[in-house]
């Protein structure tokens, strides 16, 4: 085997590995594109660029001048088509996916950079992206847990019951921003709707947190269900 075969060899499964890493990541969470879906992303986007440094320069490295990557551009163009497809909207109006299909788009230029050669930046962002992926949510959570601002799904046994709710809300020290009913549930007869609340009572802001505003809703009769979106 040539010193050419190996280092292609190595770029492609450097880039597949990489990608493995992050798809294990996503699998475990329960996301639809999981390991096969990022290890094939990294697969094609490293193939690509190599395939294009043997047209445009005959090897495997970059000749140092100013190319444009055809193929590269067009496994990124791919790569965006199915990340677009990765979303979708749920039963409460929330669109998901949309982490997933930037982790996609991601590793899909984590294997071109390996499929260059460029083993720095490909290693380096896998690890960032991985990091951002794993540490990203529970700064989230966080930032959410202290904000003023809420969005509740809520779920009531009959739509007569919407005054006496924003009464209590505003009682609470609670302003409405939005409410939007959702047509998903109309063949359910469930009256639900989603919220969006500002926390205007300075003394509430303090001393409640979004939880036990939650829990304090959640005791009124009328309410048959409501969580924090």
């Known amino acids: 085997m040539s010193m050419e075969v190996k280092i292609i060899l190595f770029r492609i499964v450097l880039a597949v590995l990489l990608c493995a890493v992050i798809g294990c990541e996503r699998s475990i969470k329960r996301h639809s594109a999981g390991l096969r879906t990022f290890m094939v992303m990294g697969l094609a986007s490293a193939s690509a660029v190599l395939t294009e440094l043997k047209l445009t320069t005959g090897g495997i490295y970059p000749d140092g001048k100013a190319q444009v990557y055809l193929l590269s551009a067009a496994v990124l163009v791919a790569s965006a088509s199915i990340s677009v497809h990765s979303l979708f909207r749920n039963a409460r109006n929330q669109i998901l996916g949309l982490t997933t299909a930037a982790a996609l788009w991601s590793c899909c230029i984590i294997g071109i950079a390996s499929g ?82 500002t926390i205007t009572s300075p003394e509430l802001k303090k001393y409640k947190n979004h939880s036990e505003i939650i829990e304090a809703l959640r005791s009124l009769d009328y309410v048959l269900h409501i969580e924090e979106m």
């Open 116 to 197: 260059a050669g460029f083993y720095a930046i490909a290693v380096f962002s896998a690890v960032m992206l991985l990091l951002c992926l794993i540490m990203m949510p529970w700064l989230e959570q966080f930032l959410k847990g202290v904000s003023s601002h809420m969005e509740v799904h809520l779920e009531l046994v009959e739509s007569r019951h919407l005054g006496n709710f924003i009464t209590t809300i505003r009682r609470l020290g609670l302003s409405i921003d939005d409410i939007e009913l959702n047509r998903s549930y109309r063949e359910s007869r469930l009256s639900v709707y989603t919220i969006s609340m």
